[in-house]
């Protein structure tokens, strides 16, 4: 966009009288005129380059956001109805762990069961402190590829509950330090 104040032509200047008669352009266009008319135009090409690599940039996110969030959840015993569906695709499966874990050189071997349906899981990487058998856990990952019949899991949550028990012996412990800071306080 051109800013530079224009004058006007008072009708002597030759130039500007000779353009706008036979059409052509003058060899000098006169003052203001198609002066920063390149300049111009290659900033509104920046301009929309700019525009569409953020563009491109913003749907490169969202689309990487949705098909994070599209990890579908199955139960254990949807899973196994479902498991010709499914085929090798990602989702996560929830379950209760069985049987003790049995640890192999990558990761824990254990079974699942969500309504009487029981799953066989090969876990790669180490479980988190939570896990052991009773617990909710939910898996991340896929039947098994090779065509096994077990779940390939590489990503565990361990569902819990946001309350706390206390075990008696911390309470006890907590009585007696109180009651002995109140004798403590009261005799000096």
């Given at each position: 966009?051109?800013?530079?104040?224009?004058?006007l032509?008072?009708?002597?200047?030759?130039?500007?009288?000779?353009?706008?008669?036979?059409?052509g352009?003058?060899s000098?266009?006169?003052?203001?005129?198609?002066?920063?008319?390149?300049?111009?135009?290659?900033?509104?090409?920046?301009?929309?380059?700019?525009?569409?690599?953020?563009?491109?940039?913003?749907?490169?996110?969202?689309?990487?956001?949705?098909?994070?969030?599209?990890?579908?959840?199955?139960?254990?015993?949807?899973?196994?109805?479902?498991?010709?569906?499914?085929?090798?695709?990602?989702?996560?499966?929830?379950?209760?762990?069985?049987?003790?874990?049995?640890?192999?050189?990558?990761?824990?071997?254990?079974?699942?069961?969500?309504?009487?349906?029981?799953?066989?899981?090969?876990?790669?990487?180490?479980?988190?402190?939570?896990?052991?058998?009773?617990?909710?856990?939910?898996?991340?990952?896929?039947?098994?590829?090779?065509?096994?019949?077990?779940?390939?899991s590489?990503?565990?949550?361990?569902?819990h509950?946001?309350?706390?028990?206390?075990?008696?012996d911390?309470?006890?412990?907590?009585?007696?330090a109180?009651?002995?800071?109140?004798?403590?306080?009261?005799?000096?």
């Open positions: 966009m051109e800013l530079t104040p224009r004058t032509d008072d009708g002597t200047g030759a130039g500007a009288a000779s353009a706008d008669e036979d059409g352009t003058p000098d266009p006169g003052p203001g005129r198609d002066r920063g008319r390149g300049r111009g135009s290659s900033r509104r090409w920046l301009s929309l380059a700019i525009i569409g690599v953020l563009v491109v940039a913003l749907g490169f996110l969202v689309s990487k956001g949705l098909s994070d969030a599209t990890v579908y959840f199955r139960n254990a015993d949807e899973a196994v109805a479902e498991r010709s569906s499914l085929g090798d695709k990602r989702f996560r499966l929830q379950g209760t762990v069985v049987d003790d874990a049995v640890e192999t050189d990558d990761g824990v071997d254990f079974d699942v069961t969500y309504n009487g349906v029981e799953v066989a899981v090969r876990h790669v990487g180490d479980p988190p402190e939570l896990f052991k058998p009773g617990i909710p856990v939910v898996l991340e990952g896929s039947w098994d590829p090779a065509g096994g019949d077990f779940f390939a590489d990503r565990m949550f361990i569902k509950d946001a309350t706390y028990e206390s075990k008696d911390y309470d006890e412990r907590v009585r007696e109180e009651q002995g800071g109140d004798e403590g306080g009261a005799a000096g």
